[in-house]
């Protein structure tokens, strides 16, 4: 009989837990340096941060299903999906008329900075995200 203490399969589930909040943590620094350089004029963050979570977040996803931090990863990939989706959507406003479209992106900028901030608020608290 080989079998482990109970306390073994503990720890490597407290490193698996640690592991994953630190990648979100990761994550969610990068969607808001992105998400703050959105809504500030002149504090642009590269899209390649966003995009480099955005990849962050894919790969290791399946190391989260079945734990409370799955929701996050899905609530970081829909973030950037959605968010994505309607700047795309709303490129049209800025052919037509600058103004609608700025509002426009504002709104969506803000939007997305409230996400990473009630995502990031709900990690560091160790909440799951709403379905």
Do not use: C
């Amino acid at each position: 009989m080989n079998e482990q203490p109970s306390s073994a399969l503990t720890v490597t589930d407290s490193q698996t837990d640690q592991s994953l909040r630190t990648i979100g943590h990761i994550s969610y620094a990068l969607h808001a340096i992105v998400a703050v350089g959105a809504v500030l004029p002149g504090a642009q963050g590269s899209i390649l941060l966003l995009i480099a979570a955005f990849i962050l977040d894919l790969v290791k996803k399946d190391d989260a299903k079945g734990t409370w931090q799955e929701s996050h990863f899905r609530w970081r990939i829909r973030s950037v999906i959605f968010s994505a989706i309607a700047y795309v959507v709303t490129i049209p406003l800025w052919l037509l008329l600058v103004v609608p479209g700025w509002i426009a992106w504002i709104v969506i900028s803000i939007w997305f900075l409230y996400r990473v901030i009630r995502g990031w608020l709900a990690l560091n608290d160790r909440r799951p995200m709403p379905v």
